[in-house]
């Protein structure tokens, strides 16, 4: 999904957040919104166009990815993907 010209930026964050707190699986509302909420306001348009892109994939297989049950190999985004893994872990760590 990319942004159009007509969608202004505070809008388009929040829709990102929204998506990544509800996505119907708690543990990637956990996951992904924790780490939307710590980066989406430094991301740039390519990136927030990659992270949205990247929200359109099922749970199932984002959990997956992210905890290291599938391999990145043929993942989209698999730099994105790693940040967000280390993301989680840090904040697992700090716990």
């Known amino acids: 999904m ?3 010209k007509r ?3 505070p809008d388009r964050l929040k829709k990102i957040c929204y998506r990544a707190h509800h996505r119907g699986t708690q543990e990637m509302d956990i996951i992904l919104g924790g780490y939307v909420d710590d980066v989406v306001s430094s991301l740039n348009d390519g ?3 990659d992270l949205e892109t990247l929200m359109s994939e099922t749970d199932a ?3 997956n990815w992210i ?3 599938t391999p ?4 989209p985004f698999p730099d994105l993907l790693r940040a967000i893994t280390k993301h989680q872990q840090e904040r697992v760590d700090n716990t």
């Open 72 to 75: 990145l190999d043929d993942a």
């Open 67 to 69: 905890i290291g049950k």
């Open 47 to 49: 990136e927030l166009d």
């Open 61 to 63: 297989d984002l959990y």
């Open 2 to 4: 990319t942004s159009t």
């Open 7 to 9: 969608e202004n930026l």
